[in-house]
């Protein structure tokens, strides 16, 4: 049961942040990113990965979100 609800979760956040950073990194060049007016010291394969799993992370709490509100009282407080 756990398995199928956190598949549910993750595999649509995994696309969405897949989605994400293709659109992301269509318009912005990674090696161009600065942070506090320092370039960030990664390749842009490295630049890459940080923002996937950033992204991942950010659309996994909205999908994880969607799907506690979703749920019944009873799925939530057993």
């Known amino acids: 049961m756990w398995a199928a609800k ?9 696309l969405a942040a ?3 950073e293709v659109v992301v990194f269509a318009l912005i060049d990674p090696r161009s990113i600065q942070w506090q007016g320092a370039p960030l010291g990664l390749s842009a394969q490295g ?3 940080l923002a996937f799993f950033v992204f991942w992370g ?6 994880a979100l969607t799907a506690l509100l979703g749920s019944s009282a ?4 057993p």
């Open 47 to 49: 630049v890459y990965t």
């Open 58 to 63: 950010v659309t996994l709490a909205s999908s």
């Open 18 to 20: 897949s989605v994400l």
């Open 6 to 14: 956190w598949m549910a979760i993750v595999w649509p956040a995994f």
């Open 74 to 77: 009873d799925e939530v407080n």
